[in-house]
């Protein structure tokens, strides 16, 4: 099991955040295309979902699954959205991703006054300490299947 990538979007569809670990294959596009496309997917399938569903979602789109990977995905209540790309032997990951949130995102950025909200991350404590935390992860993997 593994973790291949990690997006950080904010509410208007700017990638604030990419990391990567165990991606073997690339999108064969550029990065802000490869960005625009999840984005756009994303809110494609959140729509759906809400319109589609028999019930009401109060937590709406959790994760999508391939026949080769799972999206887990969270959406903060400021509209700070996260996703990961994992294998398919990963369970859900919606309590990693909101720990994510709390202990790095909203202590290494949103409290640190040299981070402006709404630009793309440059903070290296904040980096290091994000794939500290993938690395540490029960299901991740240097040797990816």
């Known amino acids: 099991m593994t973790v291949h990538n990690l997006y950080i979007f904010d509410r ?7 990391s990567e670990w165990n991606r073997k ?7 802000d295309e490869e960005f625009k496309l999840m984005y756009g997917m994303l809110f494609s399938i959140r ?4 319109k589609m569903s028999p019930l009401d979602m109060k937590d709406g789109f959790l994760a999508f699954q391939t026949s080769r990977y799972k999206l887990h995905y969270y959406e903060t209540p400021t509209g700070i959205r996260l996703v990961m790309n994992t294998d398919l032997g990963v369970p859900n990951c919606r309590d990693t991703l909101q720990q994510i949130y709390s202990t790095l995102y909203v202590e290494y950025i949103v409290k640190n006054p040299l981070c402006v909200l709404g630009e793309s ?10 794939d500290s935390f993938i690395r540490a992860l029960p299901f991740f993997s240097v040797r990816a299947a």
């Open 121 to 130: 991350l440059q903070s290296d404590l904040f980096n290091s300490k994000l």
């Open 12 to 18: 208007n569809g700017s990638c604030l955040h990419y």
């Open 47 to 50: 729509s759906f979902v809400s």
């Open 25 to 31: 294959k690339q999108a064969g596009i550029s990065k």
